[in-house]
């Protein structure tokens, strides 16, 4: 078990009746967590909801996160968890009133079947992209552009997923560096991908005129703070391409639930938040170029891994 602050651990002993763990990338190798990250405690509730709330404790940040006890749906958000408080030390694990969150450990296949089949509803999800980019390129460059760098980024994270990693946001540019890249249509989807999203545009200059326009996209966000907090801990270590891709995933949570109105007042908004290229045959080449990639992946998918 991963030992919490002191000042953590007191906080969970007097807020919570029911076990906690400490999930995220503080629970995950060390060489992903930085101090700029939070700690992430699930919660398993007996509601049937789920629930973030972002607190500061002494010097850390701390995300609480309410999670159903029928948590075999989160068996992604839970890989390496860490108990930080639970009520019993053998299986079933429960709650305080005995309702059961694990009967039993969680087996390898079942771990094994959630990530297969969340990896790929991933690159599916992306490929739903598609329609909206091609019919956008005759009327919007800049929109076209924004649905392909956002197809970019859904692809990636299902390569994540498909490795056998939780994806981590500030983290994830990093977990996609380490996958093993045994299968050619991996490798190429990864770097068509990493074109979509501009990635070789990472610098100060692209990475200020982002952040700004990030910040005041946030700005009724309840984890603003802690955002703007890793992307300037990212740029003053000199991580560059992490910061210019967490960047572009934060301002993708922003933008994705958005209507067609919105992004066609707000083009000139939506091009320098997500430092857009409008090279329209270079995009267009990109688009058929992932479309291909992930069907490929979809239908002849083999084991990928981690060095």
């Known amino acids: ?74 068996l992604i958000a839970l890989k390496d968890m860490s108990l930080a408080k639970c009520y019993t030390s053998t299986f079933p694990l429960t709650t305080s009133q005995m309702h059961i969150i694990f009967n039993n450990k969680i087996s ?98 692209t990475i200020s005129r982002s952040s700004c326009t990030l910040e005041n996209l946030l700005s009724n966000e309840y984890d603003k703070d802690l955002v703007l907090g890793k992307l300037r801990s990212l740029e003053k270590v000199g991580m560059l391409p992490d910061c210019y891709y967490y960047i572009g995933k934060m301002v993708k949570r922003q933008l994705v639930n958005k209507d067609d109105k919105y992004y066609n007042t707000y083009s000139k908004l939506v091009q320098i938040a997500l430092d857009l290229s409008i090279d329209i045959q270079q995009n267009l080449r990109l688009h058929r170029q992932l479309i291909d990639t992930a069907k490929n992946i979809l239908k002849c998918y083999r084991k990928i891994s981690v060095a």
């Not at 700690?39 to 995300?63: P, T």
């Not at 498909?162 to 983290?171: A, D, E, I, N, Y």
């Not at 977990?175 to 979509?196: K, T």
Request: include cysteine; glycine fraction near 4%; charge should be positive.
């Open 108 to 205: 390898n296949p079942d771990s094994k079947r959630a990530f297969l089949s969340a990896g790929k509803r991933k690159i599916l999800e992306s490929l739903f992209h598609f329609d909206r980019i091609d019919r956008a390129f005759k009327f919007n460059p800049v929109v076209a552009s924004m649905w392909l760098k956002l197809s970019a980024y859904d692809f990636l994270e299902g390569v994540v997923i498909l490795s056998g990693q939780r994806p981590m946001p500030l983290h994830e540019l990093q977990q996609v560096r380490i996958i093993n890249f045994d299968d050619e249509s991996v490798s190429n989807g990864i770097r068509i991908a990493l074109s979509c999203i501009g990635i070789e545009r990472a610098n100060r200059s």
């Open 1 to 74: 078990m991963r030992k919490l602050p002191d000042s953590i651990m007191s906080y969970v002993e007097n807020n919570f009746k029911t076990p906690v763990g400490l999930v995220g990338c503080r629970a995950a190798d060390e060489k992903f967590s930085f101090d700029c990250c939070e700690f992430d405690l699930a919660v398993f509730s007996e509601n049937n909801h789920s629930d973030n709330s972002l607190l500061k404790i002494g010097k850390y940040f701390v995300e609480v996160i309410t999670i159903p006890i029928n948590s075999r749906r989160n």
